[in-house]
């Protein structure tokens, strides 16, 4: 099943994967200021290895659960919990599409580059809606559709197709080739600390489900929903990425 495959995907391109916490701490500080999460119920939905969760958690977050369907990366997540010392941190394996959490459970809901890997995107978003609190707070991080998403998506869709044991070597061969061009660019080096470029094109040529949306098309999505969107950023910032847009959005405070 394509779900329990992005589990096991991620459970080997994750696991050992930490994105800088400073670097990370610095980013996530544009969309959340002490008042609005300070003792609060935090929802990080696909949380992987757990980085923001811990931030929110060690910045004075109530509570925050961590759910993610990859069992590797949670248990790199409870390993942070345990350096960083939190007791409000919980990690669960749990599938985004289908949340065991009850209605309007959450003042934030935080899903960073998350619901694009679900078989079901939209879905995926009306559970993180239907868990949130009315007037709570959803964040959403989505791979941005480009003119190139056509090219990326060739490329992506036969190389998932080769056998697994070869796509270590595989990213380490288009590494080779990559370098160069990543070098006239010179973002990965100055910002994507942690990760070689062989595991990132690991994540983004492997990957065995990918979707991607124009920030209209979410945009029109929360409006029906009547959420009021608050910040709306066309590229992540983190690690200087192009390929995500951002949007946090309120929801409406008398809305189921
Ligand atoms: C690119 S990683 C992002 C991790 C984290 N949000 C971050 O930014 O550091 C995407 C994560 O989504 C998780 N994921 C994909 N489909 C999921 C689902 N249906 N339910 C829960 N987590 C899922 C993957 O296992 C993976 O850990």
């Known amino acids: 099943m394509d779900k329990e495959k992005v589990g096991k995907f991620y459970d080997v391109v994750w696991t050992e994967y930490i994105p800088e916490y400073p670097a ?46 990859s069992e590797g990366s949670l248990g790199t997540a409870r390993s942070m919990k345990e350096k960083f010392h939190l007791t409000n941190a919980e990690f669960e394996q749990q599938d985004m599409l289908n949340l065991p959490f009850a209605d309007q459970s959450f003042d934030i809901v935080w899903a960073w580059g998350t619901v694009h890997h679900t078989t079901d995107p939209y879905r995926a978003i009306s559970q993180l809606i239907r868990v949130l609190k009315p007037g709570g707070s959803l964040l959403l991080a989505v791979y941005t559709r480009t003119k190139l998403t056509f090219v990326h998506e060739i490329i992506r869709k036969i190389l998932v197709h080769t056998p697994k044991r070869s796509w270590t070597f595989l990213s380490k061969v288009m590494a080779v080739f990559l370098s160069p061009v990543v070098f006239f660019f010179k973002k990965r080096e100055k910002s994507r600390k942690g990760e070689k470029l062989e595991e990132l094109i690991l994540d983004w040529y492997f990957v065995p489900i990918r979707h991607y949306y124009t920030p209209e098309e979410i945009r029109d999505f929360l409006e029906k929903q009547g959420f009021e969107i608050e910040k709306f950023l066309p590229a992540s910032g983190r690690f200087n990425s192009t390929s995500n847009f951002i949007f946090k959005a309120r929801k409406p405070a008398s809305r189921q």
């Open 24 to 69: 990370t701490e610095e980013h996530w500080g544009i969309f959340y200021n002490t008042e609005e999460f300070e003792g609060k119920n935090i929802l990080d939905a696909g949380c992987g290895t757990g980085i923001f969760s811990i931030i929110f958690a060690n910045h004075g977050a109530g509570k925050v659960t961590g759910i993610d369907i």
